[in-house]
């Protein structure tokens, strides 16, 4: 079955660095997303992306995150100068169409530690 | 105003026996979609089933169904068969018309014993 793989599956990083966390969604799939789940806590939604711009982002998405699809199969987010607080597990999503009944598969997560 | 509500924070059930985890949800949009994931100890999200808003029917995939109240705005899992590997955070979802984004719930610890 196919699935959405994502890199690496754990990611340790200074405080100030900068982190990219690489997606390749399902092939025939045109949506994607990403969502984040600090530990002990909800999965939150971050942003979704369609047709190679963001269609929405949450509150949480601000200047430090970009997203961006560089070829045909990968989808990657860049979170720059890293807090301790952007520690979580990372999900990247997609889906074949847009409506409310499309189901999101998700990958197995990067759990991203912030020393 | 939580959108998704789970209060079960942790449910116990022996295997072979059936459960039913609750999830209610709060939306004013007469058009969404409800997802049940399943989240193993090793972190992965796992999509189990869906239901629609104008669905007349209750989903079922397999040995897990959702039992669909929509008056009561109640979407609650029913996993029959409880075997060993159902052990796991099992998280409701939904998604409106209008936006991208699910919203999830706060998760449900299941716990099956032999």
Redesign the interface.
Known sequence: EPEVTQTPSHQVTQMGQEVILRCVPISNHL?F?W?RQILG?????LV?FYNNEI??K?EIFDDQFSVERPDGSNFTLKIRSTKLEDSA?Y?C?SSEG????????????T?LSIL | AQKITQTQPGMFVQEKEAVTLDCTYDTSDPSYGLFWYKQPSSGEMIFLIYQGSYDQQNATEGRYSLNFQKARKSANLVISASQLGDSAMYFCAMREVNTDKLIFGTGTRLQVFP
Do not use: C, I, L
């Open positions: 949506y997303y969502y806590q909800k999965v939150e939604f979704s269609s929405e949450s597990m999900f999503a847009r409506g409310s009944n499309q189901p999101q598969h998700f990958g197995d997560g759990r």
